[in-house]
């Protein structure tokens, strides 16, 4: 009776190991590195799929701050990736908000990408319409 236990719970414990191994091997986490402009932004990528086998990307940043109280100021901050082959690509726009019960600023970007990217990056631009990342480049992270 007692090896049956055992067996069932080394079972139940294989299964919840296995299920960990499959939700984590679907996507893939990525840190920011420390910002030379914004030292307290934190934040992470996130690449996976969704349902319809499209590669997206999530962007989570804690305290980044609002983009005209950079020196000098910017308007916007302009969210990038860079690919293997296709070189630099514009995802969209970032934009950071205060929550209602905290003073903390957040900032949350999820995209469809195509492409094998190497790394991201945000900048702050004057114009949302720029073909390249300016100048400024608040978060970075490592090539992987």
Avoid: H
Wanted: hydrophobic share 40%.
């Amino acid at each position: 009776m007692k090896i049956v236990k055992i067996a069932n719970d080394f079972s139940k414990l294989l299964m919840i190991c296995l299920l960990a191994i499959v939700i984590t091997s679907c996507s893939k986490t990525v840190r920011f590195n420390v910002s030379p402009v914004i030292p307290a932004a934190i934040g992470t990528v996130k690449l996976g799929t969704d349902d319809n086998k499209n590669r997206t990307v999530t962007l989570n940043i804690k305290n980044l701050v609002d983009p005209v109280r950079l020196t000098p100021p910017k308007k916007i901050y302009l969210v990038w990736m860079q690919t293997k082959s296709d070189g630099v690509k514009r995802l969209g726009t970032m934009v950071s908000t205060e929550g209602y019960f905290t003073s903390t600023r957040t900032a949350e970007f999820t995209s469809v990408i195509t492409g094998e990217p190497t790394r991201f990056f945000i900048t702050a631009e004057n114009d949302s319409q720029v073909t390249g990342p300016g100048s400024v480049t608040v978060l970075t992270t490592s090539d992987f």
